[in-house]
Every structure is written in structure tokens, then in C-alpha cells.
T-cell receptor, first 115, second 115 residues
Framework: KQEVTQIPAALSVPEGENLVLNCSFT??????LQWFRQDPGKGLTSLLL?????REQTSGRLNASLDKSSGRSTLYIAASQPGDSATYLC??????????????FGQGTILTVHP | ETGVTQTPRHLVMGMTNKKSLKCEQH?????MYWYKQSAKKPLELMFV???????ENNSVPSRFSPECPNSSHLFLHLHTLQPEDSALYLC??????????????FGPGTRLTVL
């Protein structure tokens, strides 16, 4: 059974810092890897989707990479801002079958960016 | 109204009550999902429907009964719940769970408290 671990569980940084969030999974047969953001009391917002044939994706100040051989993904946030404060979740889909919607989530990293 | 909506946003019920959660998506998607988010546990997939057919039941107790009358609506019927069922219940949708390029769009969730 796929298990996803996120480190650190919580992170507090001053505004302007570059930071890295880590995600590791136990089964290297992962297919897609996604990063989501969740604001308090709200649903999830998709940030980046790394497809099976890709190794990284970029959107603005965000860059996510995927290394299947080591079972790891990282989310890099450049020049952090207070508005980046949220819980960041990674989730993977396993290979095999025809369903790509069955996501396995990590527990999340709570990020606080203070002015 | 756009996106994925969920009602009610908050629900308090006794263990002998029967209630239903409703999810509606306005994105023209064909796949819908129920997730459970408990404190200090990873987000957990409960059910998946693709084109109104249930494609996943993640060993969910029978006191949770999903219903998908059409591709735009998803219900979760609740009866004789336990206090440990208290959680945030999230609904999501995607174009088609068989497409590996899809991301899921989440609603804001229903905060359920079982007394």
C-alpha cells in the first residue's frame, strides 16, 4: 500500500526566504504526483501536476520536481510571501489500471511566512 | 455559480440521526470524489464515481452511503454515525478519472461533528 510522508510537518520562515518542502513515497510505482495548497477551513487548490513522463513543473515562484527512483518529490517556493502561508499537500497516483483519480495524500506541511 | 460547491458547510448531528451531504460541480466534469479529512491524519479517499458509475469504495463503513444521480451531483447519506466520524468531508471533481493529465477541483468541505 502506498504511503506518502511529508517533511517537515511545520515550517515558519521570514518573508523573502526561498524554501523547500519534501514529499516521499514508499512505492516507486507512482505515476503522477501533485502538489496542492489548503487554506484554513477551505478545500484544496491544485498547484502543480507532474505527469508520468515529466521530472518537474514550474508555475511562477513554484517549482516541483519528481524523482521516482528515490521516491521523492520537492516543492520549491522562491521569495516567499505572507500570502503563501497555508498547508501544502502532496499526493500521488499509482501506476497500473485505468484510474488516475485515486490519490494518496501525505499529511501536509503547515507553512507560515511572517512579515 | 462556478466551481465545486458543498452544502451544508457545517453539520452537527447525533449518533441516531440521518443526514445528507450534497456536492455540486459546475465544471462539466464526469468524475466526482468524496474524501475524509480527520485531524492529524492524511486526506483519505472514500468513493469515486466516473460517469455516474461507482469505481472505488475504499473500504468505507456502510453507515456512509454515496449517491450520484448525474455527473453534476454527488451525495453522501449518513446514518448512525460514530463520534470518530467527525471530520471535514471534501468533494472533488475532474474531467474523467481515466485521464492521466487531469487535476481535481475541490469544494470547500462540510465540517461534520457527531455528538
Amino acid at each position: 500500500k502506498q504511503e506518502v510522508t511529508q517533511i517537515p510537518a511545520a515550517l515558519s520562515v521570514p518573508e523573502g526566504e526561498n524554501l523547500v518542502l519534501n514529499c516521499s513515497f514508499t512505492d516507486s510505482a507512482i505515476y503522477n504526483l501533485q502538489w496542492f495548497r489548503q487554506d484554513p477551513g477551505k478545500g484544496l487548490t491544485s498547484l502543480l501536476l507532474i505527469q508520468s513522463s515529466q521530472r518537474e513543473q514550474t508555475s511562477g515562484r513554484l517549482n516541483a520536481s519528481l524523482d521516482k527512483s528515490s521516491g521523492r518529490s520537492t516543492l520549491y517556493i522562491a521569495a516567499s510571501q505572507p500570502g503563501d502561508s497555508a498547508t501544502y499537500l502532496c499526493a500521488g497516483t499509482n501506476a497500473g489500471g485505468t484510474s488516475y483519480g485515486k490519490l494518496t495524500f501525505g499529511q501536509g506541511t503547515i507553512l507560515t511566512v511572517h512579515p | 455559480e462556478t466551481g465545486v460547491t458543498q452544502t451544508p458547510r457545517h453539520l452537527v448531528m447525533g449518533m441516531t440521526n440521518k443526514k445528507s451531504l450534497k456536492c455540486e460541480q459546475h465544471l462539466g466534469h464526469n468524475a466526482m470524489y468524496w474524501y475524509k479529512q480527520s485531524a492529524k491524519k492524511p486526506l483519505e479517499l472514500m468513493f469515486v464515481y466516473n460517469f455516474k458509475e461507482q469505481t472505488e469504495n475504499n473500504s468505507v463503513p456502510s453507515r456512509f452511503s454515496p449517491e450520484c444521480p448525474n455527473s453534476s451531483h454527488l451525495f453522501l447519506h449518513l446514518h448512525t454515525l460514530q463520534p470518530e466520524d467527525s471530520a471535514l468531508y471534501l468533494c472533488a471533481s475532474s474531467q474523467d478519472e481515466r485521464r492521466d493529465t487531469d487535476t481535481q477541483y475541490f469544494g470547500p468541505g462540510t465540517r461534520l461533528t457527531v455528538l
